[in-house]
């Protein structure tokens, strides 16, 4: 073999051994650190999906509190009734709440079959909807899996499943 060929070959092989190792340092990044979670639509695009009903103009919602009825906002809550935190009870805001094992999400659930970012509660007017955050093992809205793809008006008292955690919207 001539001293070329040579040259080409171990360059060659140092090629594939660099590739290798930068696709497992990538491999570890995205097990630890998590995928970034995918924006949802703005629900004006959610309601011109939706199948056509009688149009009436959309009434400005109030920016200051009323000493009426509280909103679905201000008394909509998640009970945690199955799992490792089971009775726990967060209060919802207007903010989308992302449910995960991740120090970042603002539920956390510690528990193997839990993803990093696995599923996004977000209010959409006055209902809120649940989204699968392309988890691994899949996100269960009153027995029925969510797809990750579109977001799914949720229940009050309906169970959602995220891992072996169980929980429901109350109001």
Do not use: C
């Amino acid at each position: 073999m001539s001293d070329l060929t040579l040259l080409l070959l171990r360059g060659g092989f140092l090629l594939v051994m660099w590739l290798f190792v930068l696709a497992v340092v990538f491999a570890l990044r995205a097990d630890l650190f998590g995928s970034r979670a995918r924006k949802l639509p703005e629900p004006q695009a959610a309601r011109a999906a939706a199948p056509a009903a009688p149009s009436t103009p959309p009434t400005p919602t109030p920016s200051v509190a009323t000493s009426g009825p509280a909103t679905t906002s201000t008394v909509s809550r998640i009970v945690i009734t199955s799992g490792p935190k089971a009775g726990l009870e967060v209060p919802l805001g207007t903010d989308p709440l992302t449910i995960g094992r991740s120090s970042e999400a603002g539920l956390v659930i510690r528990d193997d079959y839990t993803s990093g970012h696995h599923a996004r509660l977000v209010l959409w007017g006055e209902q809120w909807m649940i989204q699968d955050l392309d988890s691994t093992n899949g996100t269960m809205h009153d027995g029925v899996r969510v797809a990750s793809s579109a977001p799914v008006a949720v229940q009050t008292g309906a169970p959602i499943k995220v891992g072996a955690t169980t929980f429901e919207l109350r109001k």
